[in-house]
């Protein structure tokens, strides 16, 4: 299986930067095929949230319209890590941010982190 801990979150000021990390690990770490992060708006269940950026399997970026432009996603599969570089935040990317990593391949099974607290307020 596959274990992920995200690393990152805090508060921000509009206008603002953070950066993510989310950490893999696991005996099936090696199996990973793509990696991802969503966020979870308050109120709003999990499975609900945004899917916000995607490495795909191939090596492709993907970004939701609300983040392109102002966040990076990367992927080191050497060091097992994924991280999100966020800036110009907004308060409407406050949310829960989760890590999710799929094994094998585009219908494998999913794992998720424990997810990392984005605040973005004045």
């Known amino acids: 299986q596959v274990q992920l801990v995200e690393s990152g979150g805090g508060l921000a000021q509009p206008g603002g930067s953070l950066k993510l990390s989310c950490a893999a690990s696991?005996?099936?770490?090696?199996?990973?095929?793509?990696m991802s992060w969503y966020r979870q708006a308050p109120g709003k269940q999990r499975e609900l949230g945004e899917l916000v950026a995607e490495v795909t399997g191939e090596g492709a970026l993907h970004y939701s319209d609300s983040v392109k432009g102002r966040f990076t996603i990367a992927r080191d599969k050497d060091k097992n890590t994924m991280s999100l570089q966020m800036t110009s935040l907004k308060p409407e990317d406050t949310a829960i941010y989760y890590c999710r990593a799929r094994l094998y391949d585009i219908s494998g099974p999913m794992h998720w982190g424990l997810g990392t607290q984005v605040t973005v307020s004045s």
């Open positions: 696991g005996r099936s770490v090696a199996n990973i095929y793509d």
